[in-house]
């Protein structure tokens, strides 16, 4: 008995770490608790997603952040209790820090200091696959990393054994990092040239076909969305930034072949350097013809979420395409009843009651796009014939720009076996 304890022991001594982490946000003036908790769920999930355990949340009120260490001294010594008792292995920060922030945060709390863009950073790094996702990735992350270098912890490797990297270069070392960064990252923006030359030789020999692209705020449901049009088998779990690289597939509806794109899913505060480095990538969203913008209605904050989509696109100049609104997981919502139904309710039913009006909705939004808006449930494939008959008719719209008079007085009748591409 004693011997299989012991087998036992080792074995769980053997088992991979799960690292713990702290959430620290500030709470500008006229920012509600709600919305604090909001943003703090949403790091959370990316928290999750880097694949370590949210243990607690800090948060103070603050007019503008201390310009040494972000919070201030009295909840930086809380912080520091806490971490120090309970031995939390980082702390991850809701905002951006400057590179002072950052190395005056690690010489303080002596563990590994997480701010916002760098969390998003190494979970594109873990999930890129493709060479160009890749080296996009790397050269953001350097770049970002370049001037936060520290003695106590250099961010230079990737992580090994789970997501903690402590230790680091010595002081003497910084200078010698610096420059093995500076020449990583001209190598890998030549790199990237190459590569982008590669594809913007692909995407001339796409000219003449219509080109579709799936955008919207991350796990949203667009790559359940795109496996559904294609047949196909892409990643689609519940985790953020689930699909990384740029997918695209040939689709034909109704004789009218397009392509469609799955690209990366924006989020609130997305690194400016990221939005940079994947300039290929999001040039799938420029050059396409029409953006499908999928929206987890199910979300509290769906709407939130439409406006970060909507100022991304301006910030890479594809706000003007034509866009048509798919509202996703409806399954997970109630929507409002009939007037018979809610004359049948309690005053304090309509109150507690959390309804979406889909038609009120709709007319909103077909009056901003020009487009009426679709709402289905891709997972379950609740509605999706509504969607596919919008989304050929948007194609059609588009292809007949292209070729005049390819469809011209032609009607044809919708079948599913027009799906197989």
């Given at each position: 008995m004693g011997k299989f304890s012991r087998k036992l022991q080792k074995l769980h001594d053997t088992a991979p770490k799960v690292d713990t982490a702290v959430l620290v946000s500030i709470i500008r003036q006229g920012q509600t608790e709600r919305e604090t908790e909001e943003h703090l769920d949403e790091l959370a999930f990316l928290t999750e997603t880097l694949g370590a355990k949210t243990v607690y949340r800090f948060t103070q009120k603050m007019e503008k952040p201390d310009i040494k260490t972000f919070i201030g001294s009295g909840k930086l010594e809380e912080i520091q209790s806490y971490i120090e008792h309970f031995e939390v292995d980082m702390v991850i920060f809701d905002d951006d820090l400057s590179p002072s922030q950052m190395r005056n945060l690690e010489n303080e709390l002596k563990v590994k200091i997480y701010d916002r863009s760098l969390l998003i950073l190494?979970?594109?790094?873990?999930?890129?696959?493709?060479?160009?996702?890749?080296?996009?990735?790397?050269?953001?992350?350097?770049?970002?990393?370049?001037?936060?270098?520290?003695?106590?912890?250099?961010?230079?490797?990737?992580?090994?054994?789970?997501?903690?990297?402590?230790?680091?270069?010595?002081?003497?070392?910084?200078?010698?990092?610096?420059?093995?960064?500076?020449?990583?990252?001209?190598?890998?923006?030549?790199?990237?040239?190459?590569?982008?030359?590669?594809?913007?030789?692909?995407?001339?020999?796409?000219?003449?076909?219509?080109?579709?692209?799936?955008?919207?705020?991350?796990n949203v449901g667009k790559s359940t969305l795109m496996n559904l049009i294609t047949k196909t088998d892409i990643l689609a779990e519940n985790k953020l930034f689930a699909t990384v690289d740029s997918t695209v597939r040939k689709v034909v509806l109704e004789n009218v072949p397009f392509l469609l794109s799955d690209t990366v899913g924006f989020i609130r505060k997305l690194p400016t350097h990221l939005i940079e480095s994947f300039k290929s990538t999001l040039d799938e969203i420029r050059e396409a013809d029409l953006l499908v913008h999928v929206v987890d209605i199910s979300h509290p904050n769906f709407e939130d979420h439409i406006s970060v989509v909507n100022q991304t696109l301006q910030e890479i100049k594809a706000g003007d395409k034509p866009v048509l609104l798919v509202f996703n997981k409806i399954d997970l919502v109630e929507q409002m009843p009939d007037e018979e139904g809610i004359m049948n309710m309690t005053e304090l039913e309509l109150e507690e009651a959390n309804y979406l009006d889909f038609p009120s909705l709709s007319d909103a939004y077909e009056k901003k796009t020009g487009i009426k808006p679709v709402f289905m449930a891709a997972s379950s494939g609740l509605h999706v014939d509504e969607f596919r008959q919008a989304l050929i008719s948007e194609v059609k719209k588009a292809h007949r720009k292209i070729y005049p008079h390819y469809l011209e007085d032609e009607v044809v009748d919708w079948e599913l076996k027009d799906l197989d591409t």
């Open positions: 190494d979970i594109f790094l873990n999930r890129a696959q493709t060479a160009q996702a890749k080296t996009q990735v790397e050269l953001a992350r350097f770049q970002y990393l370049l001037p936060r270098l520290t003695r106590m912890w250099t961010h230079l490797e990737r992580q090994r054994g789970g997501t903690s990297t402590r230790g680091g270069a010595g002081e003497k070392e910084i200078e010698t990092d610096k420059r093995d960064i500076r020449n990583k990252i001209s190598l890998l923006k030549a790199k990237l040239r190459d590569i982008e030359k590669q594809g913007i030789t692909q995407r001339k020999g796409r000219k003449g076909i219509v080109r579709v692209a799936l955008v919207g705020y991350t």
